[in-house]
């Protein structure tokens, strides 16, 4: 694998985890809701590769060429509206990465699949628990 495939590899790792966090600490200290922070931890914790060094020495933020934020990603209307951004986050970065784990692993690719169709159905539950806590 090129040093580029691994700088998205990581990139995409680190979105993923990311708006995974974010969705988890909602749930566990806006709503107090055990049962679906643990179920996003789980997932967080699913989505890690073994090669941490090479993806961490692929990393170039001085040269992201899109490292600064859209107008879109500065603000949020709501709750709601972190939620669902977090989510769709989360579930591209899962298709991107189970797209160029294909280059590498199977499994590691079946993964990511996984991942992404349970972010699809976990978006549909969770929104629904914030949407009627209005």
């Known amino acids: 694998m090129t040093k580029e495939h691994l700088r998205l590899i ?4 680190n ?5 995974l966090r ?14 679906n922070a643990s179920r996003l931890k789980k997932i967080r914790h699913q989505s890690r590769l073994n090669f ?13 060429v899109l490292k600064k934020s859209t107008t879109s990603e500065q ?10 951004a977090n989510f769709k986050r989360a579930q591209e970065s899962a298709r991107v990465l189970e797209e160029f784990t294909k280059l590498f692993s199977t499994e590691n690719s079946e993964t990511f699949k996984a991942i992404r169709y349970e972010l699809y159905d976990l978006e549909i539950v969770l929104t629904k628990i914030t ?3 209005k």
């Open 52 to 64: 941490y060094s090479e993806l961490l020495s692929s990393r170039d933020i001085k040269n992201d």
């Open 131 to 133: 949407s009627n806590s």
């Open 22 to 35: 974010v969705i988890e600490d909602i749930f566990r200290y806006i709503y107090n809701d055990k049962e």
């Open 75 to 84: 603000k949020r209307e709501d709750l709601n509206s972190i939620l669902i």
């Open 15 to 19: 979105r993923l985890r990311e708006g």
């Open 10 to 13: 990581d990139a995409n790792l």
